[in-house]
Protein backbone atom coordinates (compact mmCIF):
# COMPACT_ATOMS: atom_id res chain seq x y z
CA UNK A 1 0.00 0.00 0.00
CA UNK A 2 1.52 3.41 -1.10
CA UNK A 3 1.87 5.78 1.89
CA UNK A 4 1.58 9.32 1.16
CA UNK A 5 0.76 12.74 2.44
CA UNK A 6 -1.14 15.82 0.55
CA UNK A 7 0.21 19.35 1.76
CA UNK A 8 -2.94 21.33 0.71
CA UNK A 9 -5.95 19.29 1.33
CA UNK A 10 -7.91 21.95 1.99
CA UNK A 11 -7.77 23.06 -1.52
CA UNK A 12 -10.11 22.16 -4.15
CA UNK A 13 -7.78 20.24 -6.00
CA UNK A 14 -6.46 19.11 -2.77
CA UNK A 15 -9.99 17.40 -2.04
CA UNK A 16 -10.04 15.70 -5.12
CA UNK A 17 -6.87 14.03 -4.77
CA UNK A 18 -7.14 12.79 -1.29
CA UNK A 19 -11.26 11.42 -2.26
CA UNK A 20 -9.67 9.75 -5.65
CA UNK A 21 -6.24 8.62 -3.93
CA UNK A 22 -8.58 6.77 -1.29
CA UNK A 23 -10.09 4.36 -3.76
CA UNK A 24 -7.27 3.10 -4.82
CA UNK A 25 -5.88 2.10 -1.53
CA UNK A 26 -3.52 4.19 -0.85
CA UNK A 27 -2.88 5.79 2.78
CA UNK A 28 -3.29 9.23 2.26
CA UNK A 29 -2.62 12.02 5.01
CA UNK A 30 -4.36 15.10 4.24
CA UNK A 31 -2.19 17.89 5.87
CA UNK A 32 -2.98 21.75 5.73
CA UNK A 33 -0.50 24.13 4.20
CA UNK A 34 -0.27 25.39 7.69
CA UNK A 35 -2.27 25.78 11.64
CA UNK A 36 -5.92 24.05 11.17
CA UNK A 37 -8.78 25.89 12.44
CA UNK A 38 -12.32 24.62 13.63
CA UNK A 39 -13.04 24.70 10.22
CA UNK A 40 -10.82 22.49 9.11
CA UNK A 41 -11.32 19.62 12.13
CA UNK A 42 -15.30 19.58 11.26
CA UNK A 43 -15.44 19.64 7.61
CA UNK A 44 -15.74 16.63 5.44
CA UNK A 45 -12.56 16.42 5.27
CA UNK A 46 -10.62 16.52 8.67
CA UNK A 47 -6.84 17.72 7.70
CA UNK A 48 -4.15 17.65 9.92
CA UNK A 49 -1.60 20.42 10.47
CA UNK A 50 2.09 19.96 8.85
CA UNK A 51 4.60 19.06 10.81
CA UNK A 52 7.71 17.66 9.51
CA UNK A 53 7.59 14.49 11.92
CA UNK A 54 4.32 13.44 10.24
CA UNK A 55 5.94 12.98 7.14
CA UNK A 56 9.04 9.76 8.42
CA UNK A 57 8.03 6.92 6.62
CA UNK A 58 6.10 8.11 3.62
CA UNK A 59 6.92 6.58 0.55
CA UNK A 60 5.39 10.50 -1.53
CA UNK A 61 4.24 13.96 -0.59
CA UNK A 62 1.92 15.59 -3.26
CA UNK A 63 1.94 19.26 -3.05
CA UNK A 64 -1.55 20.61 -4.19
CA UNK A 65 -0.36 24.23 -2.47
CA UNK A 66 2.46 25.71 -0.64
CA UNK A 67 3.29 25.20 2.92
CA UNK A 68 3.90 27.86 4.77
CA UNK A 69 6.78 26.53 6.99
CA UNK A 70 9.30 27.24 4.09
CA UNK A 71 11.57 23.97 5.75
CA UNK A 72 8.38 21.39 5.74
CA UNK A 73 10.53 18.91 3.25
CA UNK A 74 13.65 19.79 4.44
CA UNK A 75 15.49 16.53 4.81
CA UNK A 76 12.29 14.17 3.07
CA UNK A 77 14.54 12.00 1.15
CA UNK A 78 11.43 10.09 -0.89
CA UNK A 79 9.82 11.47 -4.00
CA UNK A 80 7.52 14.40 -4.37
CA UNK A 81 5.05 15.13 -6.75
CA UNK A 82 4.59 19.08 -6.85
CA UNK A 83 0.80 19.99 -8.68
CA UNK A 84 1.47 23.57 -7.99
CA UNK A 85 1.19 26.48 -10.39
CA UNK A 86 4.14 26.15 -12.65
CA UNK A 87 5.69 29.67 -11.65
CA UNK A 88 6.05 27.78 -8.02
CA UNK A 89 6.80 23.79 -8.98
CA UNK A 90 9.92 22.21 -8.62
CA UNK A 91 11.41 18.84 -10.24
CA UNK A 92 11.52 17.27 -13.75
CA UNK A 93 8.88 17.88 -15.57
CA UNK A 94 5.68 15.73 -15.66
CA UNK A 95 6.65 12.94 -18.66
CA UNK A 96 3.92 12.73 -20.95
CA UNK A 97 3.23 8.73 -20.84
CA UNK A 98 4.45 6.01 -18.56
CA UNK A 99 4.76 5.56 -14.81
CA UNK A 100 7.14 7.60 -12.17
CA UNK A 101 10.56 7.38 -14.04
CA UNK A 102 13.57 5.65 -11.93
CA UNK A 103 16.23 8.17 -10.28
CA UNK A 104 13.83 10.87 -10.50
CA UNK A 105 12.57 11.92 -6.83
CA UNK A 106 10.87 15.26 -7.61
CA UNK A 107 8.39 16.06 -10.71
CA UNK A 108 6.23 19.16 -11.31
CA UNK A 109 3.49 19.00 -12.85
CA UNK A 110 3.19 20.71 -16.72
CA UNK A 111 0.03 22.81 -17.21
CA UNK A 112 -3.01 21.61 -18.92
CA UNK A 113 -2.78 22.78 -22.12
CA UNK A 114 0.30 21.81 -22.58
CA UNK A 115 -0.83 18.18 -21.36
CA UNK A 116 -3.62 18.43 -24.22
CA UNK A 117 -1.36 19.99 -27.60
CA UNK A 118 1.35 17.44 -26.51
CA UNK A 119 -1.44 14.57 -26.79
CA UNK A 120 -3.00 15.36 -30.19
CA UNK A 121 -1.00 13.35 -31.89
CA UNK A 122 -1.96 10.72 -30.62
CA UNK A 123 -5.57 11.15 -31.45
CA UNK A 124 -4.54 12.30 -35.30
CA UNK A 125 -1.71 11.91 -37.08
CA UNK A 126 -0.08 13.69 -40.13
CA UNK A 127 -0.76 17.23 -38.99
CA UNK A 128 1.33 19.55 -40.75
CA UNK A 129 -0.40 22.98 -38.70
CA UNK A 130 -2.33 23.36 -36.20
CA UNK A 131 -4.15 26.85 -34.74
CA UNK A 132 -7.11 27.74 -32.67
CA UNK A 133 -8.99 28.73 -29.96
CA UNK A 134 -8.78 28.23 -25.82
CA UNK A 135 -11.62 28.58 -24.07
CA UNK A 136 -10.73 28.61 -20.54
CA UNK A 137 -12.74 27.78 -17.43
CA UNK A 138 -11.63 29.38 -14.07
CA UNK A 139 -10.97 25.89 -13.14
CA UNK A 140 -7.25 26.50 -13.34
CA UNK A 141 -7.63 28.99 -10.56
CA UNK A 142 -8.70 26.16 -8.33
CA UNK A 143 -11.03 27.74 -5.09
CA UNK A 144 -9.78 31.09 -5.82
CA UNK A 145 -11.41 30.61 -9.21
CA UNK A 146 -14.68 29.48 -8.14
CA UNK A 147 -15.34 31.55 -5.14
CA UNK A 148 -14.47 34.61 -7.57
CA UNK A 149 -16.55 33.31 -10.09
CA UNK A 150 -19.35 32.48 -7.22
CA UNK A 151 -19.47 36.25 -6.18
CA UNK A 152 -19.05 38.06 -9.37
CA UNK A 153 -22.48 36.13 -10.10
CA UNK A 154 -24.03 36.91 -7.36
CA UNK A 155 -23.16 40.57 -7.54
CA UNK A 156 -24.25 41.06 -11.13
CA UNK A 157 -27.53 39.63 -10.74
CA UNK A 158 -27.62 42.07 -7.71
CA UNK A 159 -27.33 44.56 -9.89
CA UNK A 160 -23.59 45.41 -8.13
CA UNK A 161 -20.48 45.95 -9.78
CA UNK A 162 -18.41 42.30 -9.17
CA UNK A 163 -15.42 42.73 -6.72
CA UNK A 164 -12.63 41.65 -9.56
CA UNK A 165 -9.99 41.05 -6.64
CA UNK A 166 -9.95 37.31 -6.55
CA UNK A 167 -9.62 36.53 -10.24
CA UNK A 168 -8.09 40.16 -11.44
CA UNK A 169 -10.66 40.27 -13.75
CA UNK A 170 -14.11 40.31 -14.59
CA UNK A 171 -15.51 36.51 -15.27
CA UNK A 172 -18.97 36.78 -14.51
CA UNK A 173 -20.75 36.87 -17.49
CA UNK A 174 -18.12 37.99 -19.58
CA UNK A 175 -16.06 36.14 -22.45
CA UNK A 176 -12.73 37.93 -22.15
CA UNK A 177 -10.29 37.24 -25.57
CA UNK A 178 -6.64 37.68 -24.32
CA UNK A 179 -3.76 38.25 -27.06
CA UNK A 180 -3.10 34.91 -29.53
CA UNK A 181 0.30 32.72 -27.94
CA UNK A 182 1.93 31.56 -30.42
CA UNK A 183 -0.99 29.53 -32.83
CA UNK A 184 -4.09 29.67 -30.12
CA UNK A 185 -6.23 32.27 -28.95
CA UNK A 186 -7.27 32.31 -25.71
CA UNK A 187 -11.18 33.30 -24.50
CA UNK A 188 -11.43 33.25 -20.75
CA UNK A 189 -15.39 31.97 -20.33
CA UNK A 190 -17.56 32.46 -17.39
CA UNK A 191 -17.97 28.51 -16.51
CA UNK A 192 -16.68 26.95 -13.04
CA UNK A 193 -15.10 23.75 -15.02
CA UNK A 194 -14.54 22.73 -18.77
CA UNK A 195 -12.40 24.07 -21.03
CA UNK A 196 -12.66 23.15 -25.07
CA UNK A 197 -10.44 23.83 -27.73
CA UNK A 198 -11.10 24.39 -31.31
CA UNK A 199 -8.28 23.41 -33.26
CA UNK A 200 -8.03 24.20 -37.25
CA UNK A 201 -5.54 20.89 -38.33
CA UNK A 202 -4.01 21.09 -41.71
CA UNK A 203 -1.83 17.90 -43.08
CA UNK A 204 -2.69 14.45 -44.54
CA UNK A 205 -4.80 13.69 -41.71
CA UNK A 206 -5.65 10.57 -40.00
CA UNK A 207 -7.62 9.35 -37.37
CA UNK A 208 -6.39 7.41 -34.62
CA UNK A 209 -8.45 5.40 -32.03
CA UNK A 210 -8.49 7.04 -28.69
CA UNK A 211 -6.24 5.92 -26.00
CA UNK A 212 -7.87 4.75 -22.72
CA UNK A 213 -8.17 8.59 -21.27
CA UNK A 214 -10.08 9.91 -24.22
CA UNK A 215 -12.99 9.54 -26.53
CA UNK A 216 -14.48 9.92 -29.36
CA UNK A 217 -17.74 11.81 -29.62
CA UNK A 218 -20.04 11.99 -32.90
CA UNK A 219 -20.77 16.19 -31.93
CA UNK A 220 -18.40 18.69 -30.21
CA UNK A 221 -18.50 18.22 -26.30
CA UNK A 222 -19.68 21.33 -24.63
CA UNK A 223 -18.20 22.77 -20.96
CA UNK A 224 -20.51 21.05 -19.20
CA UNK A 225 -20.18 17.87 -20.63
CA UNK A 226 -16.25 18.33 -19.57
CA UNK A 227 -16.51 19.19 -16.04
CA UNK A 228 -17.95 15.61 -15.06
CA UNK A 229 -15.68 13.47 -16.50
CA UNK A 230 -11.92 12.74 -16.41
CA UNK A 231 -11.75 11.74 -20.18
CA UNK A 232 -10.51 13.90 -23.01
CA UNK A 233 -13.75 14.80 -24.95
CA UNK A 234 -12.85 14.73 -28.88
CA UNK A 235 -14.49 15.86 -32.30
CA UNK A 236 -13.18 15.46 -35.57
CA UNK A 237 -14.96 17.57 -38.46
CA UNK A 238 -13.43 16.76 -41.83
CA UNK A 239 -12.99 19.80 -44.27
CA UNK A 240 -11.67 20.64 -47.59
CA UNK A 241 -8.40 20.34 -49.18
CA UNK A 242 -6.66 18.62 -46.22
CA UNK A 243 -8.30 20.91 -43.66
CA UNK A 244 -10.10 19.70 -40.59
CA UNK A 245 -11.30 21.08 -36.92
CA UNK A 246 -10.67 19.11 -33.64
CA UNK A 247 -12.87 20.02 -31.19
CA UNK A 248 -10.62 18.79 -27.55
CA UNK A 249 -12.99 19.11 -24.02
CA UNK A 250 -10.98 18.49 -20.93
CA UNK A 251 -11.61 19.47 -17.09
CA UNK A 252 -7.72 21.21 -15.95
CA UNK A 253 -8.09 19.40 -12.62
CA UNK A 254 -10.07 15.43 -14.07
CA UNK A 255 -8.28 15.50 -16.98
CA UNK A 256 -4.80 17.51 -16.16
CA UNK A 257 -3.92 16.98 -12.26
CA UNK A 258 -5.98 13.81 -11.30
CA UNK A 259 -5.21 11.34 -14.38
CA UNK A 260 -1.71 12.15 -14.58
CA UNK A 261 -1.56 11.58 -10.51
CA UNK A 262 -2.91 8.16 -11.12
CA UNK A 263 -0.70 7.42 -14.16
CA UNK A 264 2.71 8.07 -12.69
CA UNK A 265 1.64 6.08 -9.57
CA UNK A 266 0.86 3.29 -11.20
CA UNK A 267 -2.66 3.33 -9.39
Avoid at 114 to 131: N, S, W
Avoid at 132 to 161: K, N, T
Avoid at 207 to 227: F, G, M, Q, Y
Amino acid sequence: MLKLAVIGAQSLMGRELVELLETRECSVLPLATGPTTKRDEEGGLVVFAPVPALLEGLDLVILADTPQDPEMLNGFQSRVLDLRDSSEAVGEPLPLSGAWPGGTTRIKLRPALEQVLAFIPRLVDGITDLGGVHLRSVACFGDRGIYGLAAQSRAVLEGVAPDETLLGYRAAFEAIPQMPRGSLTEVRIPTFHGDILILNLRGSLKVKDAPDNAKWLDKPPTSREVAVTSLLLAHYAAGTNQCATLTLGFDPILWGVLQPTLRLLEL
